[in-house]
């Protein structure tokens, strides 16, 4: 009896990167020129100034932002329920990463080494979205492309230059991979189809693990924004279809 994901298994089969030319030269340059095009772009944001809204909460206000210490890596980690610096929020990644900003010289009155992590951050985003278009369709063009528009989009501008939003750039991170792992684990699937369980590669249950991983952790930075929510539930669903297939 045919199953109801034979076709997606063929589908995949016949047109899955696995089975085109490798084009990794070609990949690795654009790649690289796209990152530094897109950073050029944003290079701006390291003068900026501005603190709104919740920076207060995340910190201008907060002492253990303010105060590096493994003592601010506990209480960041351990208060999941009753955050006792950010209400209402576990966020213990943008937390650890903005005290880390502190450690490096940040401040209410220095930006620069904020908007410096968020900057790189988002480099790394567009490097991930290049190669999860790779992956995908196996085009490094239009990876590219694709990776030029998400990175120099006007809407990126703001998880950037607000010290608040770095629970953006950190969830997408994460949801990236989460997703570029399952990509990886699905063509492995393919690949080993008609093995038996001790011929498969063992990067094909790795990699369940990988994205496992790469979600939970963006989960821990997905509270407050819609986009980064969407990322982590698409991981979520690709998670959940596996499992029942």
């Known amino acids: 009896m045919t199953q109801p994901t034979d076709w997606l298994d063929d589908t995949i089969a016949e047109s899955t990167p ?4 490798p084009q990794p030269a070609l990949l690795a340059g654009l790649t690289l020129g796209v990152v530094l095009i897109v950073l050029a772009i944003h290079w701006p944001v390291l003068k900026a100034q501005a603190l709104s809204f919740d920076d207060a909460q995340f910190l201008t206000e907060n002492p253990l932002v303010q105060n590096p210490s493994w003592t601010s890596v506990r209480r960041f980690m351990g208060e999941v329920f009753e955050p006792s610096t950010v209400g209402g929020y576990y966020m213990p990644l943008s937390m650890i990463s903005l005290m880390l900003d502190t450690a490096a010289g940040g401040s209410p009155n220095n930006l620069m080494p904020f908007h410096r992590t968020s900057l790189l951050l988002h480099g ?15 085009r490094a063009w239009i990876a590219a492309a694709v990776g030029l528009l998400f990175g120099a989009h006007p809407m990126t501008v703001e998880p950037i230059a607000w010290v608040g939003e ?23 699937r393919i690949a080993n189809c008609g093995m038996k369980k001790k011929e498969i590669n063992p990067k094909f249950e790795i990699n369940l693990v990988h994205l496992q991983h790469h979600f939970v952790s963006a989960l821990a930075d997905v509270q407050t924004h819609q986009h980064a929510v969407a990322a982590g539930v698409i991981a979520d669903g690709l998670l959940a279809a596996t499992a029942f297939e």
């Open 18 to 21: 696995l089975h085109s030319k």
């Open 124 to 138: 790394v985003n567009t490097a991930l979205i290049i190669l999860l278009i790779y992956q995908l369709f196996g």
């Open 166 to 188: 770095r629970k953006t750039l950190l969830a997408a991170f994460f949801a990236f991979l989460s997703l570029m792992a399952y990509v990886r684990y699905y063509e492995l």
